[in-house]
Structure formats: C-alpha cells, structure tokens
C-alpha cells in the first residue's frame, strides 16, 4: 500500500509542541486536550445541519445577489481495511461553491479518510490511501503549514479560533476554510472567490451523532 505523506512545520509530541510561528489566537487547546478530543467525528448517521448564506453576482441584474438556504452534510456509509476507514459523505461543505443563482447546489458523495488521527481525502470509495490527498493529522497548533506535499505550491494553514481550530486554503482565485470544533467537527465553512462576487459562509445549527464502527 502507498502510504501518502505531507509536509508540516510543526513537529508535535505528547506532551511538547514546537511551532513555526507564535501569536496568541483566542483559546489555544493544549496538546493534551487534542489529543482526548476528536476533531471530525465521522460515523455512519452522524448529521451536521448549516444556516447558509450565499452571495452571487447575478449577470441578468447586474447585481450582488444574497440567499439563504439550509444544508445538510451526512455520512452515508464506511468502509474499514488494513487501518484506514473510508467514510462516504454526502453534502460535504464544498459543494455549496457550485451554488447556481436560481437553482441549489447538488450534494454529492466525497470519501473522507481517516488512518489513525490523518484525515485524507480519498480518490475512490474504498479504504485506500492510494492516489489520497492529504488534509491533516490531529493534534493541530496554531500557526502550522499543512502542505499535501513538498512540491506543491498551496498549503493549509491552521489558525486558532474560538470554537477550535480554522484550516484556511488560499490559492490566487480562490480561499476556503474550515472551522473544526474538537467532539463535533466542522462548526463553520466559508469560501470566496476572488474577482467576481462568489462567497458562502455555513454556520453550524445542529450536529447527531452517528453510529461508532467498533
């Protein structure tokens, strides 16, 4: 098996953390914390419910168009192999960045991995690290530069937030970021591009709990 690996300049142990950058964000959780607490947790059945606002801008009116809507995100199923569990999402936040003026964005199903505390975003629906991109390894501290690999130009960078942790994505066109609130996952997504108005902000309304694979 191809075991994908991403570069961090943060190295963590139990216990001791030595980051890149300092800066005192809001509540920063100790390693300990982290370590106790589950930052995405996945399971079949598990439900997150989001208060969505859109902004467009809409060619026909030549105007910045603002929508409100409701969006689910569930995890459909799960697969176990070898470590690694594949779990099926469908709604995953991302898609709402599909948003078409007049018609809902479509939820599709994505794979998200997760082997030991990495979580990884899955090229197919099986349990397989094979062709994954790699997202981030829990415990996360503030300041840290996630990149999927050495070579790539675009990295996530962890923030320290109210709730938790954000994992900010900026490339020329585009940003996105995710909330991650350890015990009940992504509490808030927001994506904008740069250029013509097209942003979303999902904010966390209710999440339940799914069903533990044991």
């Not at 106790?36 to 467009?56: I, N, Q």
Request: hydrophobic share 40%.
């Amino acid at each position: 098996m191809k075991v994908l690996a991403w570069v961090s300049c943060v190295a963590v142990t139990v216990g001791v953390a030595a980051s890149c950058s300092s800066g005192g964000k809001k509540h920063i959780m100790t390693t300990e914390e982290m370590i106790s607490a589950d930052p995405l947790p996945l399971a079949p059945g598990a439900k997150w419910t989001y208060a969505v606002t859109v902004k467009r801008y809409d060619a026909e009116t030549d105007k910045e168009v603002t929508k409100q809507l409701s969006w689910t995100t569930e995890v459909v199923d799960a697969k176990e192999a070898n470590g690694v569990v594949a779990f099926r999402v469908k709604g995953w936040p991302t898609d709402l960045a599909t948003f078409e003026s007049g018609e809902a964005p479509t939820a599709t199903v994505k794979t998200v991995l997760r082997s030991g505390n990495s979580f990884l975003f899955g090229a197919s629906a099986e349990p397989t690290l094979d062709g994954a991109e790699g997202w981030f390894s829990w415990p996360v501290l503030d300041g840290q530069k996630i990149c999927p690999s050495a070579e790539v130009v675009y990295c996530w960078i962890v923030t320290a937030v109210e709730t938790g942790y954000a994992l900010s994505f900026l490339t020329g066109p585009d940003e996105q970021t995710f909330e991650l609130e350890p015990g009940t996952g992504i509490s808030r997504f927001h994506y904008a591009h740069h250029g013509t108005t097209n942003e979303v902000e999902a904010k966390l309304v209710s999440y339940s709990k799914g069903t533990r694979r044991r």
